[in-house]
């Protein structure tokens, strides 16, 4: 996909100033940009696209003058959205059921489904209205997904889960693996069966590699709108509130109830069955290991507020220094003792 | 699925104390249990029971008066058990190979296996009695899977591992991927390559999404009880012993020995190389960078005693106030010094 | 497999001191073998496997006296490798496509490539000369695959992703998930629209259960020749430089930098929108919360140089210690100041 500057800037209804002949490969961030793309500024970035590596800069009528070839338009943003179109082919895919999917018996099928090659549903689950699943799911006995969900390749729902609607579930997710629980005597550990389930609510989105456990029993439980990112790890039983933000490789250990609007920075983790109350931010690394307030700013393990945990970050940089002048004081004092 | 408590009560030979009429929805524990649930007490948790959200509590016959709807039966557990299995409808396979399952040639299948849609046990492999394979799980060339062993979909047991009986593999768990092993010359790395495999002994547990990497020679091995969680790595040529509990997001680095019934919390990690003794507690978070002798509880980067890392952690708060001392004696000092 | 050290012999051209109709069942490096293996040693471990587990062990012509069966060859190391492939049999895949594969509408497919059952090749795909694509791959439209690379199973590759000459995917890897952006308004998150892609370059390794998000706009680049550990985490937009080798368990957030030839060891966690320096090593578990320069040996959270963290690391062992010691120094010098 290649384009003019000037196919595009009559495409857009657009000025070009500079090099209207050039050819635009790609679409790009400031950042992000190389030699053949194009980009976008809006106040406050046009300073720092002066010396952008694109190949042309879109920016608002009015902008003034620029040091690179430049296209003026009305609304920058809303052109790149267009633009993106343009260059990103839109996937279609056929609606219904593939012959080469599964579909086991007894289940539900709501309408305008896309169920791709290879994917199954396996007997009596129940499939709501427009969703799409992509090749290599699979749905397990009894489980349902409401309508307008998206669940990409290689992800499992295993039996019994719940997931609802307008829910995405990425790549290798793993909604409703058992819980680790066993109970050991004389040095073996026997398993305890995981008979709970797992409930995604509304407007979830479960990141690639993600495993929620389903509960030992009664339902493991991921609150309305909570957004989560790859590889984290949520243990069978957690109540996870509404709203929350869960970032890369976090680790939620069993039977753990979180309030609404949490964010976790990556690779936060938490001990099991405590507490952590709602509209809070844990900093990337957090180690949480008893109940939580609400409306807390923490960081550190074991978790303290940010302001501490940053006076002691700065301490412990003094820390050698310290045990030297300590050794140093103690000899005077003792020289001062002897005389 | 729903019944009243009285129907449960038959069911069970139970006597209800209150609202017989009330319809049950669901069974959690004391904790988890919501409106329309059932619930179970036994001592000492018969006290917490009495405030919690359930519709009902099942207690044992003779303890006493309740202040909520109570169904008194003579086992509460065992009758808990048995209304689990009522609830929860029980997942039924058709036996034998599903004929949308691929089976490669040259393969040796068990009595009883359940082969699961789009399963495939390539050339070579060898498939126990009673195993069960799910939708999309890939057997490798010449690996071999014991009787009783369980799969879950979309898991990958790689060519040349040996997978004991009475396993369970969750769903898209990695049993054989590539040791990471490169050489360097001039900055640029070359695959070293990894011809060896993976045995996981018998009783075996690997959570949902672990990746257990095959030796570059020889064998990594995962000993008999084991149980893992998940997303957890297991490096090349490791030995895991057996009676192990790994928590999640551990990661063992390549050529790491360990003992029997050692337990990692979660987010362990461990450099590589090194021996790790049995009988030992590794707290969550623990990083080991050398050798460890049997029978320790650590905790910490770099591990310690859990005692003295709960000592360190203490003294790390007074840490911004012992600095300012610290300034302050020295000030003292400095003018004692002079006078 | 099994054969008897005469018959290795033979086969090799190696004469036998010892017991030459032992029977020789697998091969392993001298800390892994056990009773029924060959192993071989060269200098400086010879010494070493005097006292080694195996069967018999393979020296070089002219080392001497050995205390345990001894096979003598004259390139050990070469010895070896020929005998790896003669106990290990050799996989072989019937080359096309398999019929039970499913290939899209307008897809482009190279020569000589190796299309296994249930493998997915979806609309506009594009597939290099000799490529491999293992069971349960999916490979989304408008993807394209190079020449020579290999596809493990259950992995997927998402619409629009570029994937370079020879490189490996390992299973259940996802490269191109959604990035993980969401604008927040009164407590609600509206997903950001992921546009972009993900740009592997030639020669690339990705471990199993990596996720690499694809960009929101504009591309997500993993540098040739760079060498990915398993369940690693690499946000949308970042620019990972060529040579790079990235542990297990790593996480590095969204819009980072990384140049050319850096090493991350395992479970390093990043911020995001920072730019890495080339030709630097990051030891395993450090946090790096910043901009970064070129050519540092960097540990901790957060990083600091690898000789300051040793001795920072050091010195809070004597925290307990140091806390102790002031306040009693500073009881002395109250002391002096009231007399």
């Not at 070839?69 to 267009?82: D, G, M, N, S």
């Not at 539900?108 to 489904?113: A, E, I, N, R, S």
């Not at 499992?156 to 609802?164: A, L, Q």
Request: charged share 20%; aromatic share 6%; net charge negative.
């Amino acid at each position: 996909m290649k384009k003019t500057l000037q196919e595009i800037a009559d495409f857009l209804g657009g000025r070009v100033v500079g090099d209207a002949a050039i050819e635009i490969h790609g679409l790009d961030n400031i950042e992000g940009a190389g030699a053949g793309d194009l980009t976008f500024a809006v106040e406050p970035h046009i300073e720092e696209a002066k010396t952008c590596q694109a190949a042309a800069v879109m920016l608002p009528e009015g902008a003034g003058e620029f040091p690179k070839t430049a296209l003026y338009v009305e609304e920058p943003r809303a052109a790149f959205a267009k633009l993106l179109e343009l260059f990103t082919p839109k996937l279609e895919f056929p609606q219904g059921v593939s012959d080469k999917a599964h579909i086991g018996k007894d289940v539900k099928l709501g309408k305008d489904v896309v169920i791709m090659p290879f994917a199954v549903v396996d007997d009596h689950a129940v499939i709501g209205d427009r969703v799409t699943l992509y090749p290599h799911t699979y749905i397990g006995q009894y489980a349902e997904v409401g309508d307008d969900s998206v669940i990409y390749s290689n992800a499992t729902v295993r039996e019994h889960c719940r997931v609802g609607k307008r829910c995405v579930i990425h790549s290798s997710a793993v909604i409703g693996s058992d819980g680790f629980g066993f109970t050991t005597k004389d040095g073996v550990h026997t398993k305890v069966p995981q008979v709970g389930n797992v409930v995604l609510e509304d407007d979830v989105e479960i990141g690639a590699h993600d495993g929620i456990d389903r509960a030992a029993m009664g339902s493991t439980v991921i609150g309305k709108g909570t957004k989560i990112d790859n590889l984290v790890h949520i243990g069978h039983n957690c109540k996870i509130g509404p709203n929350c933000l869960i970032v890369a490789q976090t680790g939620i250990s069993g039977s753990t109830t979180v309030g609404h609007n949490v964010t976790f920075g990556g690779q936060v983790g938490t001990v099991g069955h405590i507490k952590i109350g709602a509209n809070s931010v844990y900093a990337a690394r957090s180690g949480i290991i008893g109940n939580m307030p609400e409306g807390v700013f923490c960081a550190g393990f074991p978790v303290q507020p940010h302001a501490e945990w940053l006076r002691m970050q700065a301490a412990m940089k003094h820390l050698p220094e310290m045990h030297k002048k300590l050794k140093q004081l103690e000899k005077k004092l003792a020289k001062y003792e002897k005389e």
